[in-house]
């Protein structure tokens, strides 16, 4: 168990790019706070420190302890006793926020998790979420089932225009699309056409009705809520054309410039196509079932002062016939968003990964 935090994501804690004049992430936080704005009775409450009570990150929103999502592997954990995280969502707030009295809300914040390297995964990423409890005048006399719908298909067109093709997957016909913390979910699939002509379906966000067991925890027994959650990198990255969720944390003026509060029509204009430099580690995997894939980019976050590597892909694996030993390789590609790297930086680093590989992942490096 560690409970250390690789530096470059300890860093990004108080960034809030969320509330960054002009950065795309405040700017697609504005545009969905405006819908939520015009409909009346929300209050736009936020809580800017990520770190939470596990009691309220899982506990409390009734996670199963053996919930994939509390593993040491995916969650950071930043207390030895394991009882506070870096929130994995914003529905870590919702038994704070209610509880202080906030029975109708939207918030935004900053959530953390392990995960893959890739162009659109990040460690860091940006959250807003809603909640709307009955007793709010604009639900009327309709039943929370059909306002939080109502509520969807406006913000839905809203984000995307009315001609937008979109689909809600009900938990009843898609079980996948299920949350502990609520019942009747749903997630919303939008369908773009990119550039190039061809279609692409996301999965924008989650919602559902509040399990009755949490609104009792809230003080509100007997009333019932709906909430939603949405991150905002993957819709600020097609709505402008980012290719690389590392940009946003960019400190360059030549990202940063591009951006103005309000203005959706601008495309992005890169401006660096610096040259990647792979390079492949091979390994026998132990006998203890010890490696996992976040774990190993766990240990690359680490090592990298900066964000120079933009993607772990798994190659190839196979398994010897002989002794059933499993052997994967990885490519890793290093590349920072607006420097040259030097081939001395780059084998440090990866010297420093092949070295912790085979000390803390019981894995035999071939
Ligand atoms: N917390 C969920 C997620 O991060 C989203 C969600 C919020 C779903 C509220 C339902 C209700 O994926």
Known sequence: MTTTIPKAVSEKVGRN???QENHP???VKDRIFSFFKDCGGFRFPERLDPIVEVENNFDKLLIPS???SRSPSDTYYVSQDMSRVLRTHMTAEMVPLVTSGNYNYITCGDVYRKDAIDSTHYPVFHQIEGFMSQGN?????ISVEESLRIHLHGLIKHLFGDTVKYRFMEEKDHPECSFPFTYNSLEVEVTLTLPDGT???IEVLGAGTVQPRIMEACGLSGKSAWAFGMGLERLAMLFYGIP???L????DHRFLSQFKEGDFSSKFQPFSSLPACYKDVAFWLGDKGKFTYNDFCNIIKEECEEDIVEEVILKDTFTNGKTGKVSECYRIVYRHPSRTLSNEEINTVQDNIRNRLEKELDVTLR
């Open 17 to 19: 790019l969320h509330n």
């Open 25 to 27: 992430i405040k700017i």
């Open 66 to 68: 053996n919930h994939v």
């Open 137 to 141: 005048p604009s639900h009327g006399d």
């Open 244 to 246: 690389d969720i590392r």
């Open 248 to 251: 946003f944390w960019s400190t």
């Open 199 to 201: 279609e692409k379906a």
